[in-house]
């Protein structure tokens, strides 16, 4: 039975005729078909990490351009993208459009390739073994031949030049650089690896997770050091410009060592069984409710009715009194149950049949939440 609650939006797309006529559907699966089995998976990878970072990178550069032009009192034709000093306002406009930028991006190559969108993070996930090495040299080049590419759309489309190049601010030397970069890369990487590389109940959430993560880092990090936290970042505007700074390195040193750091943090508290001492580990992998710690009241979880979870299993971490406990069923008996009113205490044969009908109601009314 066809739903029709969403009216028109509910389509059969398999069933419409561009659908069975769409001559770039044919062309794509031609082409696919062409591409040897154990290929594909890098193909698909390939093309969406490059898609997806082509995006992010260009979103997040066009918000450092208006930061810049909307500062600078020229708004005309000769404006120029070049902010005249930091501002607060300037550098959190900046901060903004590079975190949700990366969180909506990240959101929707998700699934696709993984929407790692940066070379060292990329690494970080092979020496972590989420991807293959085969897969992380992919992705790498991938990764950098999109920035690259990012940075020249922005420069041909907007006025003012390209000023997206991370410089050091505020009069930090290179060693305090390489330590920022160092920290705020770490930071990031942990927070991936926790949250994508890790599997739990919010999995799903974790591009908005590594989007807010980007965007706290980018806070302090594009005042001192331009916020690169991404060698090929800062690598796009210097081949743009044809200008290098000769501190270019440390946008090299700095993220690298910050991966290896929160690689190492990632694998001190693998190795401590996290899951097993805040009460994580479970075998349910389809079990998205938390856990009911004895400590706290039932009133305190929200019950929810899906198909991977019921009134039984959500009660189950709480002791049932032994009159509310069902017992085992028998064979359903050859003759129909007979309409009639049940007794104080009912007989062997018809218990099981009255305690199923029971619990079938009490999961078709399922309560909101259990209350004390």
């Known amino acids: 039975m066809t739903d029709n609650r969403l009216g028109s939006l509910v389509l059969n797309r398999e069933g419409t005729n561009l ?3 769409d001559p770039l559907k044919q062309m794509f699966r031609s082409l696919f078909s062409l591409i040897h089995p154990s290929a594909r998976g890098h193909v698909v990878a390939v093309v969406g990490e490059f898609l997806g970072t082509l995006i992010f990178v260009f979103l997040a550069f066009a918000g450092v351009e208006v930061a810049g032009a909307s500062s600078n009192k020229d708004q005309g034709k000769g404006v120029s993208t070049a902010p005249p000093a ?33 070379p060292v993070i990329s690494f970080g996930m092979a020496l972590i073994g989420v991807i293959t090495w085969a897969r992380c040299a992919l992705l790498c080049v991938a990764q950098t031949v999109a920035t690259i590419s990012a940075s020249y759309m922005v420069y041909g489309l907007f006025n003012g030049g390209l000023n997206t190049s991370t410089t050091l601010g505020g009069g930090a030397s290179p060693a305090q650089g390489v330590v ?10 942990f927070v991936i690896f926790m949250l994508a590389a890790e599997q739990h109940a919010a999995t799903y959430l974790a591009p908005l997770g590594i989007g807010l993560s980007f965007f706290v880092a980018e806070l302090p990090g594009l005042f001192w050091t ?5 060698p090929v970042r800062s690598l796009a505007p210097c081949i743009v410009n044809h200008s290098f700074t000769t ?25 401590l069984e996290y899951e097993s001492v805040n009460g994580e580990e479970h075998n349910d992998s389809l079990d998205l409710l938390p856990r009911i710690i004895q400590s706290r009241k039932p009133s ?3 019950a929810l009715a899906s198909n991977h979870s019921g009134y039984e299993s959500i009660r189950s971490p709480t002791p049932k009194p032994a ?36 619990k079938e109601e009490k999961v078709e009314q399922l309560p909101e939440c259990f209350a004390d």
């Open 226 to 230: 331009g916020g690169s936290l991404n």
């Open 86 to 118: 930091a501002s607060p306002s300037q550098l959190l406009y900046a901060a903004v459009a590079a975190g949700f930028s990366l969180a909506v991006t990240a959101w929707t190559f998700f699934r696709i390739s993984g929407g790692l969108f940066n």
């Open 300 to 302: 305190s979880v929200v």
């Open 247 to 271: 501190y270019h390195w440390i946008y090299w040193v700095g993220p690298i060592a910050g991966v290896i750091l929160a690689v190492l943090i990632y694998k001190l508290v693998k190795a």
């Open 19 to 21: 659908a069975r006529v």
């Open 323 to 358: 009159s509310l406990r069902p017992t085992p069923q028998s064979p359903p008996s050859s003759s129909p149950p007979k309409n009639e009113t049940m007794p104080a205490r009912p007989s062997p044969t018809a218990a099981p049949a009255n305690t199923g009908e029971k």
């Open 180 to 189: 920022i970069e160092m920290l705020l890369t770490a930071q990031l990487a």
